[in-house]
DNA sequence: TTTTAAAAATACTATATTATAATATTATGT
DNA sequence: ACATAATATTATAATATAGTATTTTTAAAA
């Protein structure tokens, strides 16, 4: 039986992966995390922005910030994710920098 | 430098399997072909609505269709995808039936 | 060549997503 | 308490996607 109930789930977390931007901050924290200000710099990108697409990553549990002062510092977190972008972008080497 | 036009190509195509009725689809012909009959049936769905969904899934190269008379079967044309969508579904074994 | 079956394409409404300016919040330093 | 920096939220206009009835195409059978 392919009730497709069982696919809505996963499908919501691509769909949340499924944006340039959502993609290229989820590769850029696959080794290290970075706070939203490098973020910004790196992608030239409005704050509101890139705050706006890491709320869209956070709500289906592909990254969590920790708050450090005044910064937050995002990483990538769920393994699962971590191996499809892997397998996506040819296991390349992604940094913010 | 994390230029994000780099990501639009593979955005584009987890975007086109961001989708419960698309990610199905893939999952049910990860090991066997399938006619659009058949999978509008399983899916129960309107023929218009799978063979639209099928459309954006070949518009991306995810699947092809060859024709046999007046039916056309469908499989998975991407070996990335596959690996994709095992990972995302845990590798279950998914067929139309 | 007309009919029928299967699949694709079209048209169109409803809904969702995107981008970003403006505003609010959170934390720190003065 | 006030100013400032970093981040988050809200509002909104432009654009894109989803779903489906209807029409068209393609191929086979009568």
Redesign the interface.
Request: a positive charge.
């Given at each position: 039986?392919?009730d497709?109930?069982?696919?809505?789930e996963?499908?919501?977390?691509?769909?949340a992966?499924?944006?340039?931007?959502?993609?290229?901050i989820v590769?850029?924290l696959l080794n290290d995390s970075c706070n939203v200000n490098k973020m910004k710099e790196?992608?030239n990108l409005p704050q509101s922005t890139v705050s706006q697409q890491l709320a869209i990553l956070r709500n289906q549990g592909i990254v969590d910030g920790v708050r450090h002062g005044t910064e937050v510092f995002y990483k990538v977190a769920n393994e699962?994710v971590k191996?499809?972008v892997k397998?996506?972008?040819d296991d390349e080497e992604?940094v913010?920098k």
């Open positions: 039986m392919n497709s109930s069982k696919y809505e996963p499908a919501r977390l691509l769909k992966l499924a944006h340039p931007t959502r993609l290229c590769a850029g790196c992608l699962k191996d499809i397998v996506l972008l992604i913010f």
